[in-house]
């Protein structure tokens, strides 16, 4: 049963900060493309970035209004992958997700969710004074 497992979101008030984690098999954590998506309230869920695996590990962002905020970076001794959102904003009130590809180490050019097939339930991560 292959699955990610993401964690560290909460209530957090407006230009604060916070650091998601994902979790999950060492293969798919540390060698394959690793995608992280969130889903607002009635809205579709949506691509933030994806990090390459191993072989390059850049980063590519599915909009450009997400870069400069929303950092991803991982850490293969830890087994973990991390998100770090800085300056919240109340719309980025959202469930985020993490997930990987199965085979492939590359990233998508747009934020296609089937080619991302191991996921995990998701984070909540709510911003309000």
């Known amino acids: 049963q292959s699955r990610m497992v993401e964690s560290g979101g909460g209530l957090v008030k407006p230009g604060e900060s916070l650091q998601l984690t994902c979790r999950g098999p060492?293969?798919?954590?540390?060698?394959?493309?690793l995608g992280w998506f969130r889903q607002a309230p009635g809205k579709k869920r949506e691509g933030i970035l994806c990090?390459?695996?191993?072989?390059?590990?850049?980063?590519?962002y599915y909009q450009r209004s997400f870069e400069g905020r929303f950092i991803v970076s991982r850490d293969t001794t830890k087994r973990a992958a991390f998100l770090q959102i800085n300056n919240l904003e109340p719309d980025d009130t959202a469930i985020y997700y993490c997930?990987?590809?199965?085979?492939?180490?590359?990233?998508?050019?747009?934020?296609?969710?089937?080619?991302?097939?191991?996921w995990g339930q998701g984070t909540q991560v709510t911003v309000s004074a």
């Open positions: 990090l390459g695996g191993m072989e390059k590990g850049t980063t590519t």
């Open positions: 060492g293969l798919a954590l540390g060698v394959f493309a």
């Open positions: 997930a990987t590809r199965r085979q492939s180490t590359q990233c998508p050019p747009d934020p296609d969710e089937e080619a991302f097939e191991i």
